[in-house]
């Protein structure tokens, strides 16, 4: 296991962004965590220290946990591309889809040498006094081997699906076995639980983002411009088209835009997006852009590099006019805040955002485009849901597959740019007072002090 870096971040500064209440709430919070989790290190692990939304919540909220004078820290296992190849036919299933069969004992034995492994080296470190948190499916054979060393474990899961279907209900079959002791069961929605977890031990919780972060920090648009010039994703005075822009070259800063900021996972439905949009009829000047994370710079999340071949293959599909204007951008994952900084320009700079998942676990690129006060185009799924109401804050697909429904609500944005402004505005609004870091630290002292309480 490999134990990942954090940075302090400051609540005092935080609280410069909350109003009074939310502030008085989470100042509250921190007076519980200094006196329950003294001298006890809160671990947290997962699969991967970078891409994807569980890496960005445990960087932002674990390091108000340190401000907070908790001794936090983040470790993340070690795993090779069997393991991998299984907990990414896991994440489909629990999300249902794939095939379920691809689940058996050899999957069981794949997945479970791995994490004997990973045990051997947490046990190592970890003291009963300590409290554990695990992090989605491929974590969830750890909880045995530290409940069986008197350590108390909360396994959560980002991932789930609204209704259970075949995939779904034997993806939760495989790791029934191995999660369903834990002390306490964590989902980002009630819909998420399997139906067999004991509802005495579920909790809820969905996440969170950090105002602060290089990701979602007040940018203007000059120094918007410049980012997106500088990485290549605006075209500025002419020059060679960036390599990280694959498809249409990079617009002018004279486009409006529509952006989709996802892994290259094809539940996000990248190709669905590319065919709604060459479908909407949109005026002249409107650029589709695709920004996802360089492939392989993912460890978990084998099928990257597969799926943006797949997207630039259906793009090669397009008719030319449409072509003409879609680009797909691999934003480098080398430098972490320079990706952040990136993806926090495009998010910004866009006219409008979209995330046209066919299923999500809650979907943190639809939080960080809402707190930018952009209109939102989601599908009615997973953590989407919760977080836009419809015609409110963002506007809603109900059915994810239906691309006539996506490309009228894209036509209608560019049509009546006031409610496009007002969408924004009410979005900024709504994920101040439900999603930033304040609430997400509140809850996990919840949830660290009911673990204390557990036997
Ligand atoms: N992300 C990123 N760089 C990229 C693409 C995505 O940092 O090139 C981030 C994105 O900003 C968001 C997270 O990855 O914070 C994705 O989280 P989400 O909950 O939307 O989906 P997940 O990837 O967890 O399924």
Redesign the pocket.
């Known amino acids: 296991m490999r134990e990942v870096e954090l940075t302090r971040r400051s609540l005092a500064a935080l609280a410069s962004v909350l109003t009074a209440d939310q502030w008085a709430a989470c100042a509250a919070a921190v007076t519980r965590a200094r006196k329950t989790l003294a001298g006890r290190v809160i671990w947290n692990i997962n699969a991967t220290a970078t891409?994807?939304?569980?890496a960005?919540i445990l960087q932002t909220l674990l390091g108000y946990f340190l401000d907070a004078g908790v001794d936090a820290r983040w470790l993340v296992l070690d795993g090779n591309a069997d393991f991998f190849a299984v907990t990414k036919r896991l994440h489909n299933a629990i999300h249902g889809f794939g095939d379920p069969g691809e689940l058996g004992a050899s999957a069981h034995a794949a997945y479970w040498r791995t994490l004997k492994g990973n045990a051997a080296d947490l046990l190592f470190q970890v003291r009963p006094d300590d409290l554990v948190m695990l992090h989605d499916p491929q974590t969830a054979g750890l909880v045995e081997p530290l409940r069986r060393a008197g350590v108390r474990v909360a396994w959560r899961s980002?991932i789930g699906r609204d209704t259970p279907n075949e995939q779904s209900v034997s993806g939760w079959e495989f790791l029934r076995r191995y999660m369903q002791d834990a002390d306490a069961l964590v989902f980002s929605r009630p819909q998420h639980a399997p139906e067999w977890a004991p509802v005495g031990r579920i909790r809820v919780i969905p996440?969170s983002i950090d105002p602060l972060d290089a990701?979602n920090r007040l940018m203007t648009t000059s120094e918007r411009i410049r980012v997106l010039g500088e990485a290549g994703l605006l075209t500025i005075n002419g020059g060679p088209i960036s390599p990280v822009v694959q498809g249409a070259p990079p617009p002018t800063p004279a486009a409006r835009l529509v952006v989709q900021?996802?892994?290259w996972?094809r539940l996000k439905d990248m190709p669905g997006v590319m065919r709604g949009f060459a479908d909407a009829n949109l005026p002249a000047d409107v650029h589709l852009m695709l920004?996802?994370?360089a492939v392989g710079g993912v460890p978990d999340d084998p099928e990257g590099a597969k799926v943006l071949d797949e997207c630039l293959a259906d793009w090669q599909l397009l008719p030319t006019a449409a072509r003409n204007r879609i680009s797909l951008v691999s934003?480098p994952?080398d430098d972490l805040l320079k990706?952040?900084t990136i993806?926090n320009a495009v998010q910004g700079y866009a006219d409008v955002v979209t995330q046209k998942s066919l299923a999500?676990?809650?979907?943190?690129?639809?939080t960080?485009a809402m707190w930018k006060r952009r209109p939102v185009i989601g599908t009615a799924v997973g953590g989407i849901q919760d977080q836009i109401t419809d015609g409110q804050d963002g506007l809603l697909i109900e059915d994810p597959t239906d691309l006539g429904a996506f490309a009228k609500s894209l036509r209608r944005l560019f049509r009546e740019p006031d409610l496009a402004h007002e969408l924004g505005h009410a979005a900024h609004r709504r994920v101040l007072a439900n999603y930033l870091d304040d609430r997400h630290l509140a809850s996990t002292v919840d949830l660290l002090s009911y673990l204390l309480g557990a036997s």
């Open positions: 891409g994807g939304g569980v960005e980002h996440p990701k900021v996802s892994r996972d920004a996802g994370p934003v994952m990706n952040a993806i999500e676990g809650f979907g943190l690129t639809v960080e």
